[in-house]
Each structure stands twice: as structure tokens, then as C-alpha cells.
């Protein structure tokens, strides 16, 4: 991570993308490109609130570590820059560089004010860069896609080598009218539309920020889905912003989803855990993947936030952060194909175990975990059999009259994340509260991976079948962790806690 010059201000993770100073939300832009991430994002330069939206940049070679950059897309008079993409140009089809010297192409959306003669439009935009991202120019020709809608928006453009030929395909949204649509270029400047996919599924709020990526099946390159993504706000399991995913075919022009529970704008509610979603917390937004990450890696990232109440979130100096990296796969659980999410581990090099607890009963009651092993900054590995147990967890970021409450209901099969009790909670109305996810025992176990990043829980159930991200705002002295069962016949069969 970076040294931002107000690091020691209170909640600043360590291990989570903050700007050093001033506003972000969606991650942007995410590229992989000649050795080096590039991480753009929705960002205001001069103010801790949302506006003047401009790309804000940092690179990192780990994604780990970022180091931040000059904002690389600013905003001007006629446009805010919004969410989008980029892609490198390989084959300088563009011809924005040169054959030896492939440009990275950005492609957002220009949300263009009065002031401008398409004032009040959504249109989608280009900007180019021949030194590997650290300086951009805006195309002369902008919009290069306009649809005279002012709300169409979020451009994801990826290569697509098929069946049906070899060109750029970008997917965007009609947010209100909840839909995906898709379009294809030769040069990522003129575009033609190929299909519109939706309303499905959750459609309680605006369909933002789409993507669409193929992922081999149980790790067999013979047997690929695809996943279309799209976020929506509000409507979102736990309440606001979420994101939901579909899993099908895309022959090159139609995404056609065998995941659609329900269609249309007409929803039953009732049905909304039957869908697909990224996370079941409250603060996992505008998640999109990274272009030409190697090894065939799929990475995404997220903003740790929620239109309900991201504009007010208890920071000073900066506001928004964006989630760890996570390599997402598509694996059978239970006869099923879901999308397994393993955070990028900033413990893996360097981290060390400060404790650690071997196979044993869990009997009824709360065993607090000695003072060494407190933090605010920790990985916890835990796996549990409940048995008998009705109900067994662990207490996060305790002290005081403060904690978050992670709790497995082995009669329901419901795992829980608290955070009524976190710390500051009435910042908003609508902060406190309580996320769920059915998650099936594996042979009687439960298998946990949680980060905790001073504020915040992000919590990994089975190996990443279900997530679950929650801001949480406690005193920097409330940092005890425990176990719990609320009768005996539980067992806890490992524990790690690394610093
Ligand atoms: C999602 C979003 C996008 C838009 C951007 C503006 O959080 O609303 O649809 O491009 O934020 O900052």
C-alpha cells in the first residue's frame, strides 16, 4: 500500500486502496499491462464527497502494494468522467499508437452537463495513452457511442475471439430500464449494436457496471460458462448497492443466461436468494474484473461501500475504499456451478501466526481469545463442526460495549454477520444491521477466512462459495476476537490468527 500522508487518521486500512486524499468509488479501468496493474477509479480531486468525477490512478506490480499516480482522466466543464474500462490495443487498431507502441485505451462514459451541447446525456467516450497510463488524451471525435439516453453508462470492452470473429465487444447498461447492452467494433471507434439482455433477476434498483468474462468450469479449459455481472442500486440482497452475476452461454452478439429466475421488472422479492450474487454483505459495489490479467487470472475488486450511506461515512481526509483483489473461478458445489472468490492475501508474504488453537471441544459459553492475539488488522482462519451446537462463531473487533458478531445457525444453515453492535453506527439510519447467507455444511464443517482491515470484515465461507464485505466502524481499542457456542457438542478444529 501506499503511504498516504494521513495514514494514522482514525479507520485508514492498511491493506485496502484508499486515495491518499478526498472521494472514490467504482474501481475503474482495471488493466494488466506490461508488467504492471493499473487501477483507475471514480474519484473527486478536491473534495471528500462525491463530484467532479475524474479517474484517479495507482499501479502496483502485486496488487497489493499501490502506489497512486497524478488523476489521469480529469473532468472539465462539459463532462464528468464516469465508470468504465480500458483495454490494450495490441494490434493499435485504433491507430491512436503505432504498431510497435500499442496504445491503452480508455473507454468511459462522458456524463456531460448543461453547459455542454449534449448536456444531460450518457455517452460513451475515448481516451488514449502512449506512455503506459501515466498521461491520457481525449479522442478528438467523442461520443463514440450515443444513444441520446441519459443514463446509458459503464462500458466493460474486451476482445472476443470466436466462432464469430475477432473484435472489440462492449457491454454497458440502460440503468434504468435494467438492461445489459452489447456492442462490437473493429477500431473502438465506431460501434454497432449486437443484443440487450434483461431485465432479470434483481431489478429493485439501476442496473451499473457490467462485465462479462469466460471461466473454465472445475478448472477444465473444455468446459467454460460465462458470467455476465451486473451490479444494481438499490435492490440489493442485503439492502442498496449490490451486484449479482448470471452464468450462461455468449456466442459473440447474445448473452443467453440459464441462471434467470425470474424476468421482467415485475419481481417477487421472495425469490431474491435464489439469485446469483458477488457477496451477501452490504459493501461489496461496482465490482468488475481486471483486462489481460496473466495466467489466465480472473481479479476483481469492488468499492467497500454503499450509495445508502457512502456519502457519509465517519472518515476525514479521504472517503471510500476499495476491497481486496479477488481471484474469482467457477467450481460444482452441491451439484452446482457458483463463482468461488479468493481474496489476493496481503498475509501471504510476511504475515505472521500469533496464535493458533489445535482440534478441541468448544463448549457452551464465550472463550475470549488472549490479548496477543487482538488486532484491527488480522486474517483469521477458523473451521468448525457444530454438531449439536445450535449456534456457534466468533466475535470480532470486541471492547467495550462493541462487537461484530459472526455466528453460524446449524438449524437453519445461516451464517450471520452483526454489525449492530460494531462501534459507530448512527451516522445513518440505515448502517446497523444483519447479513445472512444459507451455507451448506461441508462434511460437517465450516470453513472460515476473515480480514480484518480496521474498518472493515470481509468474510470467505467454504473456500469463497459465499462472501460476505461489511464496513464496520469500531473504537481502534475494541479488538478482541473469541469463539463462541451457545451449547456444548461443537467442536472447533483449527485456528489461526495472522498478523
Ligand atoms: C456506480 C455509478 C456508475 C457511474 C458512477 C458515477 O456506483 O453510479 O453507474 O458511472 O457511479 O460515479
Redesign the pocket.
Given at each position: 500500500m501506499t503511504t498516504p500522508t494521513v495514514l494514522h487518521c482514525q479507520y485508514r486500512p492498511q491493506h485496502h486502496y484508499t486515495a491518499d486524499r478526498n472521494w472514490l468509488?467504482?474501481p475503474?479501468g482495471l488493466i494488466y499491462a506490461n508488467g504492471t496493474y493499473h487501477l483507475f477509479y471514480?474519484h473527486n480531486p478536491s473534495g471528500n464527497e462525491?463530484g467532479n468525477?475524474s479517474w484517479g490512478h495507482a499501479t502496483s506490480a502485486d496488487l497489493l502494494h499501490w502506489d497512486e499516480q497524478p488523476v489521469a482522466i480529469v473532468c472539465d466543464e462539459q463532462e464528468?468522467i464516469?465508470?468504465?474500462s480500458a483495454v490494450l490495443d495490441r494490434n493499435n487498431t485504433s491507430g491512436f499508437g503505432t504498431p510497435d507502441n500499442p496504445p491503452l485505451v480508455a473507454i468511459y462514459?462522458s456524463?456531460y452537463s448543461p453547459a455542454s451541447p449534449l448536456g444531460g446525456r450518457?455517452a460513451q467516450s475515448l481516451a488514449y495513452s502512449t506512455d503506459d497510463g501515466a498521461s491520457w488524451t481525449k479522442y478528438s471525435g467523442n461520443p463514440v457511442a450515443d444513444r441520446g439516453s441519459a443514463e446509458f453508462?459503464?462500458p466493460k470492452v474486451f476482445w472476443y475471439d470466436g466462432t464469430a470473429g475477432n473484435y472489440w465487444v462492449m457491454v454497458a447498461?440502460e440503468?434504468l430500464d435494467r438492461e445489459v447492452v452489447l456492442y462490437k467494433s473493429a477500431d473502438l471507434k465506431s460501434w454497432e449494436y449486437l443484443s440487450t439482455f434483461g431485465p432479470a433477476n434483481a431489478t429493485g434498483g439501476?442496473w451499473?457496471?457490467p462485465d462479462l468474462f469466460e471461466l473454465p468450469v472445475d478448472d477444465d479449459p473444455g468446459t467454460t460458462k460465462w458470467v455476465l455481472v451486473v451490479?444494481l442500486?438499490p435492490g440489493g440482497i442485503a439492502g442498496g448497492?449490490a451486484g449479482q452475476y448470471f452464468l450462461g452461454t455468449f456466442d459473440g452478439v447474445t448473452f443467453v443466461s440459464e441462471s434467470t429466475v425470474t424476468e421482467g421488472l415485475q419481481q417477487d422479492d421472495s425469490r431474491m436468494v435464489e439469485y446469483g450474487w458477488l457477496d451477501w454483505g452490504r459493501d461489496y459495489?461496482?465490482a468488475v474484473s481486471f483486462s489481460n490479467s496473466p495466467d489466465g487470472r480472473r481479479l476483481m475488486i469492488g468499492?467497500m461501500n454503499n450509495?445508502q450511506y457512502g456519502g457519509v461515512t465517519p472518515t476525514s481526509g479521504w472517503r471510500g475504499a476499495l476491497t481486496l483483489v479477488r481471484e474469482v473461478r467457477l467450481a460444482t458445489r452441491a451439484g452446482r456451478v457458483v463463482l468461488m472468490q479468493a481474496a489476493v492475501d496481503p498475509f501471504e508474504n510476511g504475515g505472521a501466526t500469533i496464535y493458533s488453537e489445535a482440534r478441541r471441544p468448544l463448549a457452551a459459553g464465550t472463550h475470549w481469545l488472549p490479548a496477543e492475539a487482538s488486532g484491527d488488522v488480522l486474517r483469521i482462519d477458523a473451521e468448525f463442526e457444530p454438531g449439536a451446537a445450535g449456534e456457534v462463531g466468533l466475535l470480532l473487533r470486541a471492547g467495550g460495549a462493541e462487537q461484530t458478531v459472526l455466528a453460524y445457525d446449524s438449524a437453519t444453515g445461516v451464517l450471520s454477520l452483526d454489525r449492530t453492535t460494531c462501534g459507530n453506527t448512527d451516522f445513518h439510519e440505515s448502517f446497523a444491521s444483519v447479513e445472512r447467507v444459507t451455507v451448506p455444511l461441508e462434511d460437517g464443517r465450516l470453513r472460515l477466512r476473515i480480514f480484518l482491515d480496521r474498518c472493515s470484515v470481509e468474510v470467505f465461507a467454504q473456500d469463497g462459495a459465499a462472501t460476505i464485505t461489511d464496513q464496520v466502524f469500531a473504537a481502534e481499542s475494541s479488538a478482541r476476537l473469541g469463539l463462541f457456542a451457545d451449547c456444548d457438542g461443537a467442536e472447533l478444529i483449527s485456528l489461526a490468527v495472522v498478523r
Open positions: 468509488n467504482d475503474n471514480q462525491w468525477m464528468a464516469f465508470s468504465g462514459t456524463a450518457q453508462r459503464d447498461v440503468a439501476v451499473e457496471c451490479n442500486n448497492s459495489y461496482a468499492w450509495w
